[in-house]
């Protein structure tokens, strides 16, 4: 809107960037797509009628190419998981992976996070998010395209059931530590461990992180929970 002030300007979790699909990943969309993506709707999901089974959910946000996504879906089919994601080629392989491993308790929302949580995630609602790698725009210029911030924590947290967790991972330490503040000056939030915690056994570990760790990246783990 013309009138609309910088600082009310609606801010997007996430910022657009090419990618070409590949014919795997474009045929899974062809075929895959309707049955396993959530449409973006102004009206909050039924959690219980949208899996097969009733059970505590996950959501992944930012989940890139999806390849811990459906490892750990495939580790704990008694949760159901809902993966978060713009880029298209990795909604393409995730779908891929989805119907390879045949994966009922998994499923995509191609759409705005913040807009998802605001519309579709009822208050106290969802028992754990993960944001695992999220892009650290590490050039100064460019921090405000960073996805943590507080006001999408405050309403990231507020979507989680009292207990439920919120668990990070980041390989770029300046944006760790601005992670550690936001969470911790979030009310809602308590730290579990007194500053970062110790890493998570069943979080696979992804190609790009391997990468990381050959260039000497620092691996920082963040969970907090809802009090």
Known sequence: MENEKPEERKIKSFV?????LSSLQQRAIDNLY????????????????????SQKTIIEIGFGMGATTSKIAAEFPDTNFIGIEVHRPGIGKLLSEIDNLRLKNLKIIEHDAV?????????????????????????????????IKSP????????????????????????????????SNEKMLENKYKEYASPISWRPRTKFEMKG???????????FTRT
């Open 16 to 20: 657009i960037r090419g990618g070409r």
């Open 115 to 147: 807009e998802v949580l605001e519309k579709m995630i009822e208050p106290e609602s969802i028992d754990g998010f993960h944001i695992f790698f999220p892009d650290p725009w590490p050039k100064k210029k460019h921090h405000k395209r960073r996805l």
């Open 152 to 183: 999408f924590i405050n309403l990231l947290s507020s979507r989680l059931k009292q207990g439920g967790y919120l668990y990070s991972v980041t390989d770029w330490v300046p944006y760790a530590e601005q992670m550690l503040e936001v969470y």
């Open 213 to 223: 760790l050959k260039k000497e990246h620092e691996i920082r783990e963040l969970w």
């Open 34 to 53: 309707d049955e396993h993506v959530i449409p973006f709707s102004e009206t909050p999901l039924n959690l219980q009628e949208l899996f097969s089974k």
